[in-house]
């Protein structure tokens, strides 16, 4: 699209598109800036590129357009919010079971109850406020102030004050206030990776461009937050606020559905099978009471005890806790959970969508191979720290062998090339860095990234700056200039007698330049500039950024350079390559996800051809080839089924917007795909926060990502969400190890209240001792497998499907076997008392008793579905030793102690009975070991039969 010229901008007559916006409207008029001439653009903006807008127009233009700051997203008032957590099918439940004890006057037990749903209640409303921190935290992404110019003179205002129009000057180390066509460049370079994910600044041009450029590939335009780099340039404000894209992606997060956690999901729906069958089984014990003429008080009563015998009063409670625990495991491994249902999600997680820069790569440019005197020469080491070695490669890239600097002069000047024609510094670890880990102690630049990498490249070969500097005092410098693609300096030796001019730059820059080239004797012959361009290519070909270096003997008297002096006689020295280099522990954290069933995905803004070939390094894309990135480019006007293929199908995904992260992930929760997000910049935030964990780096991610993430890593490192992923998993299975432990609890209680309706017999259990039985035991018992150690081949298995209920046929069976057996048990211990003449208060305390000792031998059962509880180990939780011996404190009290006994309508009880109870408590594991063994081994008789099955012709 090409905007149109407009006559005079100063003639009334004719409307000017800006001036055609009223108050209130979106403050980015619907043009395409990049698209457009700086001509055009003035024109548009009715503005000056000279003199830029005049101060009383610019005070109009303020009053019409607003402030260029951000809006804020309020939503919903805190009040709101915060009744809304009571919201929820269990939380109706507890606070019946609260409002029940209150009316039995049972204070403790009430107040109890009360709490958890409090508790729950501040967690959910604690969470749900950190959208609106992200969109807070975006506001402070925008420039304090600017240097605009009006009126033809130069003014420092606070950046909120732009308005459309505004010609703003920008030099190095500035943060782009609003954003701006550039109608001025000199060597202008902008740091957009937090807006864009490309990992280098940006040179920018004033020229226009296709209109269908993405956003990382319009380098006439500044965005807001952006950070200039280097040099200098002018611009003129074209959006400001909300109509940023800083400001879009702000719009995207308060608008974007934070959906529910896989736990929070399946909660729901077991909360309202749960609260149905409840209401059911009370209604029915109310018409069997009635029908056998029951007295009206005693039939409600007993619907109440079934009731509250049903409802886990201590579920919620446990959950938290749980997650908890699962939260102060996994900030040990480096990994900080702000949501606690995340805990889990990680567990359910089956597609990781990760950004590349600074995640699965350090965001430290390295360099990797060099080309000198026609050989092939490889660095070791990672990023900025400058152990390392250069090494002579084989023709097959194997077994490389140390390069001697002393008999390769060719190599040795190319890196002495790259240390002196350089302005950035490599800054060692602080002394504060080396106080925990390795990790931390890190290696920075000062400077620009490409120089830094050449810096420790030098270092590597042995080169010292400071030595080499005084041997070769710097007298005169010509800068990098995007017209001319090189930089170089001169040097003047120690002793006076001699200069040298080294130059670095683009390849095609230098090599024009040069007539010979240095061999490995020093030696200078004809250049072959076919060969060079070869090999240029082959690195270019694997993702590398290629740099050409170059000298030039000048005269020992030479005071200063120029252009001049550059343009022909080079000696060409060599080539330098480098990436972005995926850090070493990341390819085994791909390779453990793959292992575990969970898809990896790179989404990133940096260039498809760089992405490609780190993605291949790392295991995410096939090496054959038949692994093509999929451009921002190519989800523009797709079919949401062509989108849903590409999303399910394509590995990485480069030069992608903040829109198209947010279209990838809604493309994979589609598919009911359970997604982790990692991001650092501003323009991640909206898929973070869609995302069924979003995933932000706490080290050198933005403020904005941070904030809305569920997680953040500590070592910016996505090994460590392997590590996550797996506590995640080992949660989960406590989780499920608690709820198919607690839930016989409760339907053994229910059916002995039945029972007792429908046998129109009293009740053998008291309200008292149901919420005695449910509270104490979930505390005490159930709350210690929240310390089982994670079991072997965690990390084996697929995730768990997102669409299935926490429950499966197997373990429902389970819990419907113990009920059962605990109903019995109780029961016929109940009557077998009252048989041998003991009161009706012993009688239920016994049941009581049953009820307690029987939770606690089918505690060992639960400590593995699956395995024995010898394999996995008597003594290898020992909390479970200490809730036991609590536990057995606690009854013994409720049962010996007189307050006690007045309190809860209990009574002491003989040796003999607690025998009696053991002995049961000690049948109901039996069992259900024998069943779990069962249950094995025809698994096992399973697995043998389908590998027979293959195996025949």
């Not at 740099?547 to 006689?569: C, Q, W, Y």
Request: net charge negative; proline share 4%.
């Amino acid at each position: 699209m090409r905007l149109r010229l407009h006559g005079d901008p100063r003639d009334s007559a004719r409307p000017h598109p800006i001036n055609s916006l009223s108050a209130g409207e979106n403050m980015r008029p619907e043009h395409i800036w990049h698209a457009g001439t700086v001509d055009e653009t003035v024109t548009q903006l009715d503005s000056d590129s000279q003199n830029g807008l005049s101060s009383a127009e610019a005070g109009q233009r303020q009053q019409r357009y607003g402030f260029n700051k951000l809006s804020e997203h309020k939503g919903s008032g805190p009040v709101k919010r915060f009744l809304l957590q009571f919201h929820q099918p269990l939380v109706y439940i507890l606070l019946g079971a609260a409002g029940v004890t209150l009316a039995l006057q049972e204070w403790v037990d009430s107040i109890v109850i009360f709490a958890v749903v409090l508790l729950n209640a501040i967690i959910g409303f604690v969470q749900e406020a950190k959208a609106l921190h992200a969109i807070n935290a975006l506001s402070k992404e925008l420039n304090s102030t600017a240097t605009v110019i009006r009126d033809g003179q130069r003014l420092t205002l606070a950046a909120e004050q732009l308005v459309p129009g505004d010609l703003v000057v920008l030099q190095a180390g500035d943060k782009v206030p609003a954003d701006m066509r550039l109608v001025k460049s000199r060597d202008l370079q902008i740091d957009e990776s937090a807006l864009t994910g490309e990992s280098m600044p940006v040179e920018k041009i004033t020229a226009e461009l296709a209109a269908d450029s993405g956003l990382g590939d319009r380098r006439n335009m500044a965005y807001s937050s952006a950070l200039v780099t280097y040099g200098t340039g002018m611009g003129l404000v074209a959006s400001i606020g909300d109509g940023t894209e800083i400001g879009k992606i702000s719009a995207m997060i308060a608008t974007t559905e934070k959906l529910d956690t896989p736990l929070t999901q399946r909660i729901k729906q077991f909360s309202h099978l749960l609260l149905y069958g409840i209401l059911t089984l009370a209604g029915l014990t109310l018409l069997v009471g009635w029908a056998h003429g029951g007295a009206g008080l005693d039939v409600f009563m007993a619907a109440v005890a079934l009731a509250v015998g049903a409802i886990p009063e201590g579920l919620p409670a446990a959950v938290t806790i749980m997650l908890a625990i699962g939260v102060s495991r996994m900030a040990k491994r480096r990994a900080i959970i702000r949501n606690l249902p995340a805990v889990e999600t990680l567990g359910s997680t089956t597609v990781i969508c990760s950004d590349k820069t600074g995640t699965l790569t350090k965001n430290e440019m390295t360099v990797r191979e060099f080309w000198a005197a026609g050989q092939r020469l490889q660095a070791s080491g990672n990023g900025y720290d400058p152990q390392g070695e250069i090494l002579l490669a084989n023709g097959d890239r194997a077994e490389p062998q140390i390069a001697a600097m002393a008999s390769h002069p060719a190599l040795a000047e190319t890196l002495t090339a790259g240390m002196l024609c350089n302005e950035a510094v490599l800054q060692p670890p602080a002394a504060s860095d080396h106080a925990e880990t390795d990790t931390e102690a890190q290696w920075r630049i000062t400077g620009d990234p490409t120089e830094g990498a050449l810096l420790v490249s030098a270092h590597k070969s042995g080169l010292d700056r400071a030595q080499l500097e005084q041997q070769l005092k710097r007298l005169d410098t010509i800068p990098f200039q995007s017209e001319y693609q090189y930089m170089a300096t001169l040097h003047r030796s120690a002793d006076n007698d001699s200069a040298m001019m080294y130059v670095k730059g683009s390849l095609e820059s230098i090599l024009a330049k040069c007539d010979v080239v240095m061999q490995d004797k020093g030696q200078e012959v004809a250049i072959d500039r076919d060969a060079i361009k070869h090999e240029a290519e082959e690195m270019a070909a694997r993702g590398l950024r290629v740099l050409a270096f170059a000298r030039k003997p000048m005269n020992a008297s030479s005071e200063t350079i120029d252009h001049d002096d550059v343009a022909a006689g080079l000696v060409f020295l060599g080539l330098q390559a480098m990436i972005d280099p995926p850090r070493p522990e990341a390819a085994r954290a791909v390779a453990a996800c793959h292992a575990a069933g969970i898809d990896v995905k790179m989404i990133t803004g940096d260039h498809a051809l760089t992405a490609v070939s780190i993605a291949r390094q790392l295991g995410i894309a096939s090496v054959d080839g038949g692994s093509p990135a999929v451009t921002g480019r190519d989800l523009v006007d797709v079919s949401q089924q062509q989108l849903a293929q590409l999303a399910r199908d394509a590995k990485v995904f480069a030069r992608v917007t903040p829109d198209n992260k947010l279209q990838l992930v809604k493309a994979l929760q589609a598919q009911s795909q359970v997604v982790a997000m990692t991001g650092d910049g501003v323009n991640d935030a909206p898929a973070l926060r869609r995302a069924d964990i979003g995933v932000a780096m706490a080290l050198n991610g933005t403020e904005v990502a941070r904030e809305a993430a569920d997680m953040m890593l500590t070592d910016d490192n996505f090994a460590t969400i392997r590590s996550a992923v797996e506590e995640g998993r080992g949660v989960f299975d406590n989780l499920k190890k608690f709820i198919v432990w607690t839930l016989p609890t409760n339907g053994g209680e229910a059916l002995v209240i039945l029972l007792a309706v429908m046998l129109g017999i009293s009740l053998p259990l008291l309200p008292l001792h149901i919420l005695w039985v449910n509270m104490t035991t979930a505390i005490c018992l159930g709350l210690m497998l929240a310390f089982e150690p994670r079991e072997k081949g965690i990390m084996q298995r697929p995730p768990h499907q997102p669409n299935t209920p926490i429950l499966d046929s197997v373990m429902l069976w389970r819990i419907a076997l113990v009920s059962s057996l605990l109903c019995i048990a109780a029961f016929g211990l109940y009557e077998l008392e009252l048989l041998w003449g003991a009161s009706q208060t012993e009688a239920r305390t016994v049941a009581v008793a049953m009820f307690v000792v029987g939770e606690a031998f089918y505690l060992f059962n639960c400590r593995s579905l699956q395995q024995s509880v010898f394999k996995v180990g008597m003594f290898s939780n020992m909390w479970i030793w200490f809730g036991i011996g609590l536990m057995a404190a606690l009854q013994l009290m409720f049962t010996y102690l007189p307050v006690m006994n007045q309190w809860f309508q209990t009574a002491p009880i003989s040796f003999e009975a607690w025998l009696r109870i053991l002995a049961c408590g000690l049948l109901i594991s039996v069992i259900v070991g024998f069943e779990k063994h069962w249950r094995r081994r025809g698994q096992q008789a399973g697995s043998v039969g389908a590998g027979r099955a293959e195996a025949l012709p």
